[in-house]
């Protein structure tokens, strides 16, 4: 094999020019994204944040356009009904344009503080260790506090944005105040897949969870070990994560931040998958994603915020639904 020390040389120099290094006074780190190493960390009381998609937005608001299905006489559709959508060779259809809303929202500013007091500083073993300690505590927070906002956000408080609690409204079914039923949750899926959307998750609090699996196991089922032959040991416990519904297979998803009180419930059905013209029916849209910033030193606190500059997005609000009022006693 022949070999150019030429080119052997300047190698050599270019890995000797990337591993030097330089001392450059006064040089200060702004931000630090966290986004990365949040989507490592992967808490498990967020599992809404962790599954929707997020894109990049810009500018002072962001706006998109939300698809509305429009109605025919066959049904909806998103454009030219079958009626006018057939057409003799050499002719166009008579086109009918999908219809839209306009719709723009501020970003929100929201996240937790960390301040390490001198004291602090002194109490532990370094400086950085107890702020790397605190970032991660707080991180976690602010992805709790993101969590909590996608469910029940209400823009009532200026501060806030909305949640999909508050933007869902086309397909609303009532329990009534009683426990609800799997026809019940049928119903809001049969509603968006007629709009033309494909459910992929419900998202309930915990005991409106436990009601589900109570429902769905006191119905006839069998279990499969997959490799296994027939009389092979299966776990005792189960759990349901995932329901063959009449309408796909959903994910199931409990939340803390989805509350019962004691008295009613919600659960919202998603349809977080579908792509439309401005991304996914339902994504976040991040002017900053979650960061870590620096402030100026306080009376001897070193402070830091860890914030997100962010806004949820629904594409298109009729492929979502809610059950509302759930409670916890039988329908007379």
């Keep these: 094999m022949f070999f150019n020390p030429q080119a052997i ?22 931000r630090e994204d966290l986004q990365a190493e949040l989507a490592i960390m992967a808490p498990t009381d967020t599992p809404v944040r962790n599954r929707l998609n997020r894109i990049q937005g ?3 608001a962001h706006a998109w356009y939300q698809l509305v299905p429009n ?27 999908a219809s839209y809303k306009y719709k723009s929202a501020p970003y929100t500013s929201l996240g937790d503080m960390i301040v390490v007091s001198f004291f602090d500083q002194m109490a532990g073993a370094t400086y950085a260790d107890v702020k790397k300690l605190q970032t991660k505590i707080k991180m976690i927070n602010t992805a709790l506090i993101e969590e909590w906002a996608i469910i029940n956000g209400n823009s009532a408080n200026p501060l806030q944005f909305d949640g999909l609690l508050t933007q869902i409204s086309t397909n609303t079914e009532d329990a009534g105040g009683y426990l609800f039923t ?62 063959v519904s009449p309408f796909g297979t959903i994910d199931i998803i409990g939340s803390r931040f989805l509350p019962n009180d004691g008295s009613t419930g919600n659960i919202i059905v998603i349809d977080d998958k579908t792509v439309l013209d401005d991304g996914n029916a339902v994504q976040m849209v991040d002017l900053m994603p979650i960061s870590s910033i620096d402030l100026a030193l306080l009376q001897t606190a070193y402070r830091t915020i860890i914030c997100e500059f962010t806004v949820l997005q629904m594409t298109c609000e009729s492929f979502q639904g809610k059950l509302i009022n759930c409670g916890s006693t039988e329908a007379p």
């Design 182 to 243: 799997l026809n019940q949750i049928n119903n809001i899926m049969r509603k968006i897949t007629l709009l033309g959307g494909k459910p992929q998750a419900a998202i309930m609090g915990y005991r409106d969870n436990q009601h589900f699996s109570e429902l769905i196991l006191s119905s006839y089922y069998r279990l499969f070990q997959a490799g296994a032959g027939a009389l092979a040991d299966v776990p005792a416990g189960v759990a349901i994560t995932k329901w």
């Design 9 to 30: 040389d300047k190698a050599i120099s270019d890995i000797q020019k990337t591993i030097g290094s330089l001392d450059v006074e006064g040089l200060l780190l702004v």
């Design 58 to 60: 810009n500018g002072k």
């Design 71 to 97: 109605l025919a006489t066959e049904g909806l559709f998103l454009g030219t009904a079958p009626s006018n959508a057939f057409f003799e060779r050499g002719g166009l259809p008579n086109a009918t344009q």
